[in-house]
Each structure stands twice: as structure tokens, then as C-alpha cells.
């Protein structure tokens, strides 16, 4: 009986190999075949384009240098989301860049969304899977929710945030919004126990909303210290 399953182990392992390397050995052969040759080299060569050209911005790593942390702690205010109301380039693949224009507040969603408050049914928070990282906006977990499901959901999703972030957008935006339903999706990582070294998250324990926005009525607009707090990231730094 022993012999048996030995014998089934081992030739599940054969086969297993055998698989594995008949993909790499398509995976040598495709690409160097007529039909596949011009399609395979300009994804490459746009990728070695996409690493001196594209506009990354991500708040939760250039604020984990140090820095950058002090600077946002001396001054008592940091970036809720990305630049503001900025072209982003969110990937590239290979089969062409993701791009979108970031709202008011940094965010992926549409601008006028921060018009009227009072009509937002979701917010979303979460890392890359909640933005919608190297998807076009309508495949993103918001844009599907606003278009197949008629929720207007705001997306406060940033690539690299984590349980700090949500904490800091949570006390800034969630109680002054007040939605039906507020979405966090967390993965793994997003739970780092060093997270309360953050500067999120100690700029959470003592919130001050004016420094971040101001609201007429329904309508939240950037306030004048953060709109100045970012251009001076953006003076100093050369970010983009």
C-alpha cells in the first residue's frame, strides 16, 4: 500500500515537471516567432520607457522617509491621497499605461463627486486592489459599484495604504460624510506593526479638519494650508 503511494506521488511529480517545462519552453519559443515579435518588443521596450517617464506618486512611502515624516509632523498636516487634481500614471503591463486624473483631494474619482456630499452612498477604503491599480476606472471596485450597481461610491483607495491610512481618512472624511456604507478591504500586509510610526497615524490622534478642507453647504473643497502644504512638497522635492 506504501509502494502504491509512493509510486502515485512520484508520478504526479513527473508530470508536474514535465508541465513546468513545457511553459518555459513556450515562453522561450513564443516570443521569438514572427507573429509575436513585434507585439512582445514594444511592450519591453515601453516598459524600460516606463521606468524614467512615468509620474508615480505614492503618499505612504514618500512619507515613510524620514524626512518627509518630520517635515508633515512639524507642520501638522499631510497629503489625505495623491497630488491634487493631477494626471497619474497608475501602471504599465506591458499592454499599454492606466492613467487617471486625480480628484481634488488626490483621490480616483470623478471631481464633481465632492459637489454635493449629501448624495455619496459608499466610501471605499483600501491599498491598490481599492484603487484599482493597471485597471481602466470603470473595472475598479468603485467604478463598478457606481456604474453596474448605482452607488455612488467614493474611492479613497491609494496603492501602499495600510490600517493607518484608513484610520486617518476614516476620522477626516467618513464622519463628516457620514455614507450608508462605509468598505475597507484589507489584505495581509496592510496590518504592520509599524504602523504607529506612521505619520498618518499620529497626525490622526489630533485631527483638525479645517487644516485639510473647507465645506459650503454639501460641497468639501481643499483647504488653503493643504493646497499650500502640497505645493511646497512640490517645489522642494520636484515631485510630479
Known amino acids: 500500500m506504501k509502494k502504491k503511494n509512493i509510486y502515485k506521488i512520484f508520478l504526479s511529480l513527473f508530470f508536474c515537471s514535465i508541465i513546468y517545462i513545457c511553459l518555459i519552453i513556450v515562453d522561450i519559443i513564443l516570443p521569438r516567432l514572427p507573429q509575436f515579435q513585434k507585439s512582445y518588443f514594444e511592450a519591453h521596450s515601453s516598459k524600460k520607457k516606463l521606468k524614467t517617464n512615468i509620474n508615480y506618486f505614492w503618499p505612504t512611502m514618500y512619507f515613510a522617509i524620514s524626512k518627509n ?4 509632523i512639524k507642520n501638522n498636516i499631510i497629503l489625505p491621497g495623491s497630488l491634487l487634481n493631477t494626471e497619474r500614471n497608475l501602471c504599465d503591463e506591458g499592454d ?3 492613467t487617471f ?4 483631494f488626490g483621490f480616483r474619482n470623478q471631481d464633481d463627486y465632492w459637489n454635493d456630499i449629501s448624495k455619496i452612498d459608499i466610501i471605499l477604503l483600501g491599498d491598490s486592489y481599492a484603487q484599482g491599480v493597471c485597471v481602466e476606472s470603470d473595472y475598479s471596485i468603485s467604478g463598478i459599484l457606481n456604474k453596474k450597481k448605482n452607488f455612488k461610491t467614493l474611492n479613497l483607495g491609494i496603492s501602499g495604504n495600510s490600517t493607518s491610512n484608513y484610520i486617518f481618512l476614516t476620522k477626516l472624511f ?3 460624510i457620514k455614507p450608508k456604507y ?7 500586509n496592510d496590518n504592520n506593526i509599524y504602523d504607529i ?13 479645517k487644516d485639510y478642507f473647507i465645506i459650503n453647504k454639501n460641497k468639501i473643497s481643499p483647504s488653503e494650508k493643504l493646497i499650500k502644504f502640497e505645493n511646497s ?3 522642494t522635492d520636484k515631485i510630479k
Open 96 to 98: 499599454g499605461k492606466v
Open 233 to 235: 512638497l512640490v517645489k
Open 101 to 104: 486624473k486625480s480628484d481634488r
Open 182 to 188: 462605509l468598505i475597507v478591504l484589507l489584505y495581509a
Open 69 to 72: 515624516r518630520d517635515f508633515s
Open 197 to 209: 510610526y506612521s505619520p498618518y497615524y499620529i497626525l490622526s490622534k489630533n485631527l483638525k479638519k
Open 174 to 176: 467618513t464622519q463628516t
